[in-house]
């Protein structure tokens, strides 16, 4: 295996040595875990996926919502392989397969491997949805054999079940009416959390395109727009969307506030809301 040291990992024979983030090399679990918390090391993981599956890789994001989990949070790789194809070629010259990586040392979150692509018109990173696999993996290592056995998995998912997949919702066109319903449902399930929300003031904001590729009503188009204008790709803040939910005064009477829906910075988050959407996608084409 390629030698990684604390501070640097070559990408691929074309890339020059890069530096690294402290979370990536990080080898110890959070002191706030027992001695029996053993870890997943996304350093290990990476040499694995490089050398015994033939992946390159490329950090997403990293969790420092707090001090006392840094080099220890939630962060996100994700990796793409020369043999990751939609086997269409219309798909291929749009989307790039990924396998994306989530694991923390923390204890918060679980080791995963996600499906999704990466477009290439907008640069986003898309986690599919719930129909596709999702391979969880508790803290206790593993043996090359399974990484590859989990990678040979992925290919054949891209091609048997991806592309079918994004086919279908290339085809399958919405009403107006249908494609606010979906706005709606996206921004009413990423402000969840509220208990006492009422209802979207301008959710129409969340289907205006800023790409003639995503004009449309198919949808794939649908959900691009949504998933773009509500801020899901790891980096990005969302379009000015507002919404109403229920308050009390200083009296303790019902009143109606509005707020705007905040950046999300939270990994965890962003990975159920892209699942989210797709899994919304799917009831569209039943």
């Known amino acids: 295996m390629t030698n990684l040291n604390s501070n640097q990992i070559v990408m ?13 090399t990080q080898r110890k679990a959070h002191p706030i875990r027992s001695d029996k918390y053993s870890v997943v090391t996304t350093e290990d993981i990476i040499k694995q ?5 033939g992946l390159v890789w490329k950090k997403v994001a ?10 220890y949070g939630t962060h996100l790789v994700r990796c793409t392989h020369p043999d990751f194809s939609l086997g269409n070629d219309e798909l291929n010259r749009e ?24 477009r290439v018109f907008c640069m986003n990173g898309l986690i599919l ?33 991806v592309a079918p997949f994004i086919l279908s919702l290339k085809e399958k066109k919405l009403t107006d009416a249908q494609q606010l319903e979906f706005a709606e449902a996206a921004l009413r399930e990423r402000v969840r959390l509220n208990a006492n929300f009422i209802r979207g003031i301008n959710t129409q904001d969340l289907l205006t395109s800023v ?15 949504v ?44 990975t159920y809301m892209n699942k989210f959407l797709f899994d919304l996608a799917t009831s569209y084409l039943k």
């Open 211 to 225: 790409r003639s590729e995503d004009e449309g009503a198919a949808i794939w188009e649908v959900l691009q727009r």
């Open 95 to 118: 989307l790039i397969p990924q396998l994306y990586i989530k694991n923390s040392y923390h204890g918060r979150t679980k080791f995963e491997m996600h499906v999704g692509l990466f």
């Open 227 to 270: 998933q773009d204008n509500l801020g899901l790709n790891f980096r990005s803040s969302p379009v000015e969307v507002r919404y109403e939910y229920l308050a009390k005064d200083k009296d303790g009477n019902d009143i109606t506030k509005e707020r705007k829906v905040s950046k999300l910075k939270n990994i965890q988050e962003v």
């Open 49 to 53: 996926l490089m050398e015994d599956a």
């Open 129 to 161: 949805g719930n129909q596709f696999q999702t391979i969880k993996i508790k803290h206790i290592g593993l043996t090359v054999d399974e990484i590859k056995a989990e990678v040979e998995k992925m290919k054949a998912v891209f091609t048997g079940e």
């Open 62 to 71: 990293e969790e420092n919502n707090t001090s006392k989990y840094k080099g």
């Open 12 to 24: 691929n024979s074309s890339e020059a040595v890069v530096e690294i983030p402290n979370v990536i």
